[in-house]
């Protein structure tokens, strides 16, 4: 399991819906680095007067490198972070994320082109192949 829920989350989830503030609560101890991470971009985002704001350093070991990768891959966790944060997320290898303004995936023009198929391809170098 990515996440540690509380006896006291998973009982809730068990009986019913779930707070989402509780369960980003949950994302936020359970995945530190992916959080931090993406809070940061966040609040990048919201003090520049960019279109995106993205992080381009890898992961300081595999074990942050797995948090950013769970937290990405589930669509409840990505999902609920966007809401938290009001923003729209992409990504790219295994560390490349970016924050988006809201409305981002729908007007297509940046973040159409930072998620096509090229931008991709061009954003490969050899350290990334076992990412």
């Known amino acids: 399991m990515s996440l540690d829920v509380s006896p ?3 009982a809730e989830a068990e009986s019913g819906d779930i707070r989402e503030e509780d369960f980003v609560a949950t994302v936020r101890t359970s995945l530190p680095y992916a959080y931090d991470l ?3 971009l966040a609040a990048e985002l919201d003090s520049v007067d960019a279109e995106f704001a993205d992080n381009q350093t890898p992961p300081p070991s595999e074990s942050e490198r797995g948090q950013l990768l769970r ?5 409840a966790i990505r999902g609920s972070l966007e809401r938290h944060f009001a923003i729209e997320l992409a990504f790219q290898n295994c560390h490349r994320v970016a924050a988006f303004r809201p409305g981002a995936r729908t007007t297509g023009g940046t973040y159409g082109r930072f998620t096509s198929p090229r931008s991709q391809v061009l954003n490969q170098s050899p350290e990334f192949r076992d990412c």
Do not use: Q
């Open 8 to 10: 006291e989350l998973l």
């Open 38 to 40: 993406i809070a940061s």
């Open 71 to 75: 937290a990405l891959a589930s669509d």
